[in-house]
């Protein structure tokens, strides 16, 4: 019936790997009060450090006297923290829905309006990163009111909302100074309408909790590769994946990764027309390198990680094809009577990932474009399929 020690568990890795960063495990005991919040029935907190240490036990077989202290010692912390804010999500949940379901459009308006006047007046440089139209502005004042009470609401879901989110501010380049300012404007705001205590507090724990969430997955997912993007240097990107072990440097170019959710930096690059960087990172993937003991060729993962890459370069970014089809061609260096070897890589534009025919020929067909589909790749694609399959 202790269905409340799977939300601990659900959150223990996470707590057990960053004890050594206070913001962090505070952050994590946060959201695990929220969680607890929703378990009707009593939480004995202890009864997990119980069997906890039953359980270290019998994995363990060195387990000392020193272990049970450290491992005793990390509960204690953990459960100090949620003593301290156990009952109170409840009742904070309440006051805020009260106070946010008591806003009428003029209230709402001034919010949308004051927020960034506030906000400006505190971080000018906050202007640079705020260019959209005012119905967008608006909207995302109104997004912001309404994700300090979700986070209430639905926590586990709200966290994985809040790590894409700031992924996406990774692209964007946002500085993690600003939300500081952000929050405090928008409390000041809040507090113009209301002179309820309990729901002021509310959203401002409720909001600072959000902003410590998209501060960390900014700072943990702003990997150079992503800086050099934001900055569409060629340059950068080539220095950038030059410092990556050779056996990961595709990925480095493909995936960052912070908690469940992930972004793929060579799309950024091409959803956000950094085109010079997106040219860098295609062209590094599919250069051959080798050590002692394998080859490295980033054609496989490249069109695992984004199966439709053709399609989408077709769309976003047609100046890019030549660049993907050339690295699909190897020649090499030396010629034997007149001639040189050729290998052409084709399978990803033959066959898809379940074994089915692959729709790149559709996607250059609908492109229409006439020097491309004289590209050596595309023609040998093609004479394949109607000479030997069609």
Known sequence: NHTWMQEVLASFDAIVTNVSNSYRLQ???DVLSLRLAKYKGNIHLPEYKAVMLASLRSLCKE???NHEIAWSWLWENVERMLKALMGKPAAQEKALASLIGSLGEAELMIVRKEVYQKFFALAPAGQDYFKQSTTRLYFIADKLVAMTLDMYK??????EDISALGLRHVGYGIPTDLFGPFVTGCVQVLRMLTDNDAAEEAFRWSLSLISRMLTRVINEGSTIVMKAINANSSKMMKKA?????RGKRALWMLNVQ???????PLMWAIETGSLESARAIITDLLTIRADRDRYYYGMDILFERHEDIIQRLCLDAPALMPVLLDGLIWRSRITENGQRRVNYYL????VDSHGNFAKATEWITDNAD???VIHPVICMVTDMVWSRVA
């Not at 912070?258 to 793929?264: A, E, H, L, R, Y």
């Open 63 to 65: 387990w000392g006297s």
């Open 154 to 159: 639905d926590p586990k879901r709200m966290v």
């Open 347 to 350: 399978r990803h534009l033959l």
């Open 370 to 372: 006439p020097k491309l």
């Open 258 to 264: 912070v908690g469940t959710q992930s972004i793929s």
């Open 241 to 245: 994946v030059g410092c990556a072990p």
């Open 27 to 29: 952050e994590e005991c």
